[in-house]
């Protein structure tokens, strides 16, 4: 019977701290009602056959005249100008090799998004288009553990007047977050990493199950809407109430599916019904 009792004892203790792992944030609701009854369109209003490719100015244009929100991913480039662009490296945007943060700003100037006449924007140019007439979500691309990106970010950020959160994969994002600059709604994003076969590792399954939670503190969860299952994820929106944000939605029958599960919606590929 002693050996039951430890058994049963151990049980409650790992039940325990896991519930504390995965809390998040707690009571910033009042926080999150601006960005309600948006759709939030994924790298602006895009299409990259057309002139307005993804993480442009002409997409997030159309998306401002629709009346989407926007989720945009930000990083720097070698002489720390922040840039809108999604990936680390250049092959698929603009047809180049190598890494953003291996090019200079006016490097950059010189290629174009997927062969159209747009260019890879810099931060505040994204912000002068949207000028607060949408809510924003902004993705903080951080590759490894320069912190950097979040300091020269959060300056701009702070001088612009709309509204907008933050998010990242990297889980530094959010903690540099708690601790210099609060009151920013932050948001982990998180996916089912270890599902697909090809992501292994510790670091991996910490981040799909949300048990870094403790150091992050998230106000929101951002996750792959394919695995809306995660139980983690459900325990965080349904237990501690967090707001649940689903990426990325490029169907009507998928947003109709995560409506569900999730709370808002990040989208591409198609124009939701409003």
């Not at 982990?188 to 870094?212: C, H, I, R, S, V």
Request: proline share 4%.
């Amino acid at each position: 019977m002693t050996a039951l009792y430890v058994i049963l004892i151990v049980a409650v203790v790992l039940v325990v701290l896991y519930f504390l792992a995965i809390r998040p944030r707690l009571g910033r609701r009042k926080e999150w009602a601006p960005f309600k009854g948006f759709y939030y369109a994924h790298r602006g209003l895009h299409d990259n056959e057309s002139p307005a490719p993804e993480n442009s100015l002409a997409a997030f244009r159309k998306a401002v005249k629709s009346g989407y929100g926007m989720e945009l991913d930000v990083q720097l480039t070698k002489d720390k100008v922040p840039v809108v662009l999604h990936d680390f490296t250049l092959e698929r945007a603009c047809g180049k090799p190598g890494k953003v943060c291996e090019y200079t700003y006016e490097e950059l100037r010189e290629f174009s998004l997927f062969n159209s006449e747009e260019k890879i924007p810099r931060l505040e140019e994204v912000l002068k288009v949207v000028n607060g007439k949408v809510p924003l979500i902004v993705e903080i691309k951080l590759e490894w553990m320069d912190l950097t990106v979040c300091t020269i970010v959060d300056r701009i950020l702070r001088e612009y007047k709309g509204l907008y959160c933050v998010e990242s994969f990297n889980p530094m994002v959010l903690v540099w977050y708690r601790r210099y600059h609060n009151d920013v709604l932050r948001g982990q994003l998180a996916d089912g990493f270890l599902k697909g076969g090809e992501l292994k590792g510790l670091m991996y399954f910490l981040l799909q199950n949300l048990l870094l939670n403790w150091m992050t503190r998230p106000d929101f969860i951002a996750y792959n809407h394919k695995y809306a299952d995660n139980v983690s994820r459900r325990l965080c929106r349904n237990l501690y109430k967090n707001m649940a944000v689903a990426w990325t939605i490029k169907s009507q029958k998928e947003l109709e599916d995560a409506k569900k599960e999730f709370d808002l919606f990040i989208f591409d590929s198609f124009i939701p019904k409003k």
